[in-house]
């Protein structure tokens, strides 16, 4: 079995992309340094953290969108992780911090700076009804809170501590 892994962090002043920090300290209203364009929508205790697969990237790259780490507006960057298998309400360690898996991401037009057809790609009717079955399925990206704040580093282990 592959170890997933924290592959990049990012945080940015708000919007997208977010750009790769070395480490960041996760707490309760999210990465120290990091900010959003819209904290109506976005942030908060339980959208403290945005966790993206890369592989998840690596498909919608593959759809011939310019993606790359950082840029879906992501805190976390994960390597070997499945999206498939990641579900609402399991927690992980990240680094020193817990996190609890909250809600599916539902992409916003920041994003058509990518393609106008880029929602479409990554959330599609079945992921909005919350059917982890759907292609699409975490294409988009998991919101989570902080259970346990602390520091995440890039190349640091991501696991699954509990469903």
């Known amino acids: 079995m592959t ?9 940015s002043g708000g919007g997208v992309p977010k750009r790769a920090v070395a480490e960041a300290r996760l707490q309760a209203d999210g990465l120290v340094g990091d900010g959003w364009d819209h904290p109506n929508i976005h942030g908060g205790r339980k959208q403290a953290a ?60 920041t994003l058509d700076v990518y393609g106008r057809s880029i929602q479409a790609a990554m959330y599609d009717a079945r992921t909005q009804a919350g059917d982890p079955r759907s292609p699409t399925w975490g294409l988009s990206g998991f919101y989570a809170a902080v259970v346990e704040p602390g520091i995440v580093r890039a190349g640091e282990p991501i696991e699954l501590i509990s469903e």
């Open 3 to 11: 170890r997933a892994i924290v592959m990049q962090v990012s945080t």
């Open 50 to 109: 945005l966790v993206v697969t890369v592989e998840g990237i690596e498909e919608l790259t593959a759809l011939g969108f310019l993606l790359y780490p950082g840029a879906l507006g992501e805190n976390l960057t994960t390597r070997g992780l499945d999206r498939r298998t990641i579900r609402i309400g399991q927690r992980y360690r990240a680094g020193e911090a817990v996190l609890e898996i909250t809600k599916i991401r539902c992409p916003c037009s």
